[in-house]
Every structure is written in structure tokens, then in C-alpha cells.
């Protein structure tokens, strides 16, 4: 299985105003395509600045990012950035971020109003996304209607409209109960295994990391450890210990 995500020693720091802030420490790791992977740390491991930095939303003070054979880490345009997550990534975050004046299918369909798809073959396409979430039956509902896990599946759709190879998900149950948290987990491991659209997770859940194939702990900026399920049990323990 090749490697569609590949850091290699990569730091991020941030300046205040006592003084330089390390969040992400010297870190190289890398994740396979087709891969449901994630990374778990408390808050301040550095684990959503990963996620940021892979997703083109903040750039490495040092170090190499490679990701399905570019080198995001070099683009210095904010041009080419947004290229690159328009064509590669799709973003799910913990809020859901849609627009309550407009309909579910609109909501999905934003992305692509951007990329210049012409209006019958947007509406295809963003049935389509909802179709993947089981939510086609909710396309003329505005968010208000729907529950907080529908709207997430919403944003989900509205995240894979585009058809991105990795999907990058922050903290995407944090706002949902625990019934919620698993519809969203089954609908991200059909994502993965049904139609191999690559995940990378952020989360301080560990319940959910028996939904991943390797999940990466972070710790102060720096990466302890990648994880399989055999070890799972291992990192639970070690997790706790540190809090």
C-alpha cells in the first residue's frame, strides 16, 4: 500500500508574546492511502496543528510535507493552497458550519460553485454526497430541521462533494452524544472501506480508535508512538497514565 501522506521532520512555532511556542516538534510519520488513520493527544499535543498543517491551512516552520506526490510544504501562494485543498482534501470540524438560510443540497453544493461546475451537474453531485450519508431524503430540509448528527453528515457530504482523495476530520464528534458519535463513525468507515477515500482523524476520544487501522499519539508537540489495534490496549493505558 503506497504512502499518500509522508511528514518528514516537521516543526511548526508559533511566536507570542513570552516568547516561541513549539506545537509540532521535529515530527515525521507518514499515512497510506486508502488508510483510516488517527491522531490522539491531549489538549496542546500539537494534534489539530498536524491536522492544519497536512490540510494546507498552516505552513511547517520546518520540514517536508508530501502529500499524493506534492510537496505542500514549498507552495508559498495562497493561491496554490487553495488549490491544493480544493483538488486533494475535504474538512470536517467539530462545528458543522452550515448556512442556515440554505438548503441541504445548497450547503453541499458550495464547494463546487467555486470550481466552476455548472448548476444541474453541482445538484448531481450533491445528491450524490447525501446519498453516500444516507441523508438524499433530507436534500430540501434546511439545518434547522435536522438533528446535530444529521447536520454533521451534512457537512461530511459537503466535505466529499468535490470527490477528495483524504478526507481530514477535526474533533468531528465532539459535539455529538455518544447514539450520534456512532452513526458518524459508520458513516466515515463506509467512506473508507466502500469507496477508499483516504481519513485522517484528530480526536481525545479513544473510544474511537477502534473504528482506525493506526492511530498516532502526541505528546507536547511531539509524536510518541503509531499505534495498531493489537497495541490499542497499550495506548489506552499509556494515554491515561499521562493525564
Keep these: 500500500m503506497s504512502e499518500i501522506i509522508i511528514l518528514?521532520?516537521?516543526?511548526?512555532?508559533?511566536?507570542?508574546?513570552?516568547?516561541?511556542?513549539?506545537?509540532?516538534?521535529?515530527?515525521?510519520?507518514?499515512?497510506?492511502?486508502?488508510?483510516?488513520?488517527?491522531?490522539?493527544?491531549?489538549?496542546g499535543s500539537?494534534?489539530?496543528?498536524?491536522?492544519?498543517?497536512?490540510?494546507?491551512?498552516?505552513?511547517?516552520?520546518?520540514?517536508?510535507?508530501?502529500?499524493?506526490?506534492?510537496?505542500?510544504s514549498s507552495l508559498r501562494s495562497d493561491?496554490?493552497?487553495?488549490?491544493?485543498?480544493?483538488?486533494?482534501?475535504?474538512?470536517?470540524?467539530?462545528?458543522?458550519?452550515?448556512?442556515?438560510?440554505?438548503?441541504?443540497?445548497?450547503?453541499?453544493?458550495l464547494p463546487l460553485i467555486k470550481k466552476g461546475i455548472q448548476r444541474d451537474e453541482r445538484?448531481?453531485?450533491?445528491?450524490?454526497?447525501?446519498?453516500?450519508?444516507?441523508?438524499?431524503?433530507?436534500?430540501?430540509?434546511?439545518?434547522?430541521?435536522?438533528?446535530?448528527?444529521?447536520?454533521q453528515r451534512v457537512a461530511i457530504a459537503r466535505a466529499i462533494v468535490g470527490r477528495p482523495r483524504i478526507l481530514l476530520a477535526d474533533e468531528p464528534t465532539g459535539n455529538l452524544d455518544a447514539r450520534n458519535s456512532q452513526v458518524i463513525m459508520d458513516v466515515f468507515r463506509k467512506l473508507n472501506q466502500e469507496y477508499g477515500i483516504t481519513i485522517v482523524m484528530v480526536t481525545h476520544n479513544l473510544e474511537l480508535i477502534w473504528y482506525c487501522d493506526r492511530v498516532a499519539r502526541m505528546q507536547s508537540g511531539s509524536l510518541v508512538d503509531i499505534y495498531?489495534?493489537?497495541?490499542?490496549?497499550?495506548?489506552?493505558?499509556?494515554?491515561?497514565?499521562?493525564?
Design 8 to 43: 518528514e521532520h516537521v516543526s511548526k512555532i508559533y511566536n507570542s508574546a513570552s516568547g516561541p511556542v513549539i506545537a509540532v516538534n521535529d515530527v515525521s510519520m507518514s499515512v497510506r492511502q486508502g488508510e483510516f488513520f488517527a491522531i490522539v493527544g491531549p489538549s
Design 46 to 72: 500539537g494534534k489539530t496543528t498536524m491536522l492544519h498543517l497536512i490540510g494546507g491551512l498552516d505552513r511547517p516552520t520546518s520540514g517536508k510535507i508530501i502529500v499524493a506526490g506534492r510537496e505542500i
Design 79 to 109: 493561491e496554490s493552497l487553495s488549490r491544493y485543498r480544493n483538488e486533494i482534501v475535504g474538512f470536517v470540524f467539530q462545528m458543522f458550519y452550515l448556512v442556515p438560510r440554505l438548503k441541504v443540497i445548497e450547503n453541499v453544493e
Design 123 to 151: 445538484r448531481k453531485m450533491a445528491l450524490e454526497a447525501l446519498r453516500m450519508v444516507g441523508l438524499e431524503s433530507a436534500a430540501l430540509k434546511y439545518p434547522t430541521q435536522l438533528s446535530g448528527g444529521e447536520q
Design 228 to 243: 495498531t489495534p493489537d497495541t490499542y490496549d497499550q495506548l489506552i493505558v499509556s494515554f491515561v497514565k499521562k493525564l
